[in-house]
């Protein structure tokens, strides 16, 4: 079983931690999956053992995507993958055909349902969403950045926000007014025959 801990938005972006343990032989795998920050300071922090950034890694069953969305002509914040990384999906899709698979980006690649949160997400979500859709083997897509929990199946693919660590901004208005809500994150466990178990853990406790 593999164990996740996704930590959304905060003062210094995104995290997902993902740990695979073998029972208690070996050392543990630990991934860390994009930050919010730029893809050329999350290499010079991380770029080494036990960490990866981006790329593909293969935990057991599953295989675990990890995509950059950063780019640098956004103006506002928003999310775009580009040419090369829509390609380098697709060529880890077809290399995985016999693993279960979650696909991991920090912009949202679906509508929210809340105007301003969705000018900022994935800006070629579509033809990130056609490639997903054409290998059954996808079990779940996890991302960030808009500061609120969601989990929601859309043709058969669990798709799932993290809260943030930070403050949440309410679901579905069309503004950024900040929720009540406390901090959180999202733990996932990946079981060995694709399914998936999460659940969001909020800081009740907490005071801003």
Not at 18 to 27: F, L, M, P, S, V
Not at 111 to 122: N, T
Request: with cysteine; aromatic share 6%.
């Amino acid at each position: 079983m593999l164990r996740f801990t996704v930590l959304g938005s905060g003062s210094t972006g995104n995290a997902t931690l993902i740990e695979a343990h073998d029972g208690g032989i070996g050392r543990p795998t630990r991934v860390l999956v994009d930050c919010g920050l730029t893809r050329r300071e999350l290499e010079r922090r991380l770029a080494h053992e036990p960490f990866q950034v981006g790329g593909t890694r293969v935990l057991g069953h599953w295989a675990v995507v990890m995509l950059a969305t950063w780019f640098e002509a956004a103006e506002n914040g928003e999310g775009q993958l580009g040419t090369q990384e829509l390609q380098r999906l697709e060529a880890a899709l077809e290399a995985h055909r016999d693993r279960h698979v979650l696909v991991c980006l920090h912009h949202q690649p679906m509508p929210m349902e809340a105007a301003g949160l969705d000018a900022l997400g994935l800006g070629d979500a579509e033809s990130f969403n056609a490639v997903i859709r054409r290998h059954p083997q996808v079990r779940a897509v996890v991302w960030g950045h808009a500061h609120q929990s969601l989990d929601v199946f859309r043709s058969g693919i669990r798709y799932l926000c993290t809260p943030s660590t930070c403050m949440q901004f309410k679901p579905r208005d069309p503004g950024f007014v900040i929720d009540d809500r406390p901090p959180g994150y999202r733990v996932l466990d990946l079981h060995d025959d694709g399914g998936v178990a999460t659940e969001v853990v909020w800081l009740e406790g907490y005071r801003q």
